[in-house]
């Protein structure tokens, strides 16, 4: 979510699986939370996938629209990148760069006010840092990690790109636009308004046919066609007779494209969505904050980042955590705790899939999670309110844009 936009100010699960013995305790234990929902337990590492009970078959047997992002799997263009993690300090108007291989922030440069999102291209030969207040993107080198002249963009948000490459779409969040640009000169070809508050993050349905984003100030999502660029539809999250306050955030699919996880900063967990028929289809509660949603690079989990706060001005030391979730199973099956408290915010999964890197929004530093064991590895100081981190390279054929969604 932007720091500076808009003035800063229960469903049901749908299958209940259990899992292995390693995670039984955790996945298929009783609950106290209310009927439909479950809640995080355990400190432990993410385990196999549960067996199809129909086939035997396991979930990574399955459709994975993460298949061509499995570990170690760079394209030509992500190979020839210098290995580094780029984080963006929007308070500071800097990104620091530091060498994974020590931990250490090798250097930190100036870029324009509000950096907030460090974005791959699609053709995986750039990194762009989104200078949110300045209206500019800086362009990164990956094959030497060196910055260069920024250009001019208006309101840049977020990036992503849609599944054919032909178009970069950028999240001009105070404009309420999302704003359709030629990925190689960035010239702007047309702007789409929607009437959608805080507009934020973006996942596309698996026939490449339609985009869903969130709109965090409005608490609800809307469904674009892409090939017409028109809106066809949106989805209240939470209605209004329920009482509840709702604030989405990120938002990713399953490895099978058949369900859409929204994470929601003021529910503490991610609601269930059906992206094609665009009901809201369950609920499962993570931890405080929930705000960002990875894959592992096998497809069996969704690495869920709760922030430790409910508003958009957190404090230092929250009861910040990482949620294990089992996309199949529509359960949480770890939970990785901050020891002594933090605020993991956005980040991303290395590339031989061991390790979950994630800024501390609120603490100036970025978490090194190890994802066999779940435990905090390394915590690294950075500027002021580190962002988008993005781990460099991924794998994958493209990317369709924020921090690495990869295909």
């Known amino acids: 979510m932007s720091i500076n936009s808009w003035g800063r100010m229960g469903g049901f699960v749908r299958r209940a699986w259990c899992l292995p013995a390693a995670v039984a305790l955790i996945a298929c234990g009783t609950s106290d939370a209310p009927p439909g929902r479950r809640t995080a337990s355990g400190s432990v590492a993410a385990s196999a996938a549960p067996a199809d009970s129909a086939n035997g078959a396991t979930a990574s047997d399955r459709v994975n629209i993460y298949a061509a992002a499995g570990p170690n799997a760079l394209a030509p263009a992500a ?42 291209s699609f053709d995986l030969s750039r990194l762009w840092v989104l ?8 362009p990164i080198d990956p094959v030497t ?190 939970t990785w705790p901050v020891p002594g408290g933090g605020s993991p915010d956005m980040g991303g999964v290395t590339a031989d899939g061991r390790e979950l890197w994630v800024s501390g929004r609120y603490d100036s530093e970025v978490y090194v999670f190890d994802t066999s064991t779940g435990a905090l590895t390394h915590r690294i100081p950075v500027g002021r309110e580190p962002h988008g981190l993005c781990v460099w390279p991924q794998p994958g054929r493209y990317s369709l844009g924020h921090t690495g969604n990869m295909r």
Request: aromatic letters at 8%; hydrophobic letters at 35%; one cysteine or more.
């Open 79 to 120: 190979a020839r990148a210098k290995p580094r993690v780029y984080v963006p300090n929007s308070r500071s108007g800097t990104v620091s760069v530091i060498d994974p291989a020590t931990y250490t922030v090798e250097r930190t440069f100036a870029t324009g006010a509000v950096p907030q999102h460090v974005v791959p």
């Open 131 to 138: 200078n949110n207040e300045a209206s500019t993107l800086t």
């Open 145 to 334: 990690g060196a910055d260069s002249q920024a250009i001019h963009v208006d309101d840049p948000y977020n990036m992503y790109y849609s599944p054919s490459g032909k178009q970069a779409i950028v999240i001009a969040e105070r404009r309420g636009r999302l704003d359709f640009r030629d990925p190689a000169t960035m010239k702007l070809v047309r702007s789409v308004h929607v009437n959608c508050r805080g507009l934020d993050h973006v996942e596309f349905t698996a026939d490449d046919k339609y985009l869903i984003a969130t709109c965090e100030f409005a608490g609800r999502l809307v469904k674009i066609d892409l090939g017409t660029q028109d809106t066809i539809q949106y989805l209240t999250l939470i209605p209004w007779w329920r009482r509840g306050k709702s604030m989405p955030q990120d938002i990713r699919s399953s490895p099978d494209g058949r369900t859409f996880f929204v994470a929601d900063m003021m529910q503490d967990g991610v609601h269930v969505i059906d992206p094609v028929s665009f009901t809201r289809t369950g609920f499962i509660k993570t931890g405080k904050g929930a705000h960002g949603i990875y894959p592992s690079r096998d497809g069996r989990h969704l690495y869920v980042t709760n922030r430790g706060w409910n508003t958009t001005a957190g404090g230092r030391h929250g009861p910040g955590s990482i949620s294990v979730l089992d996309p199949v199973a529509d359960s949480v099956v770890a």
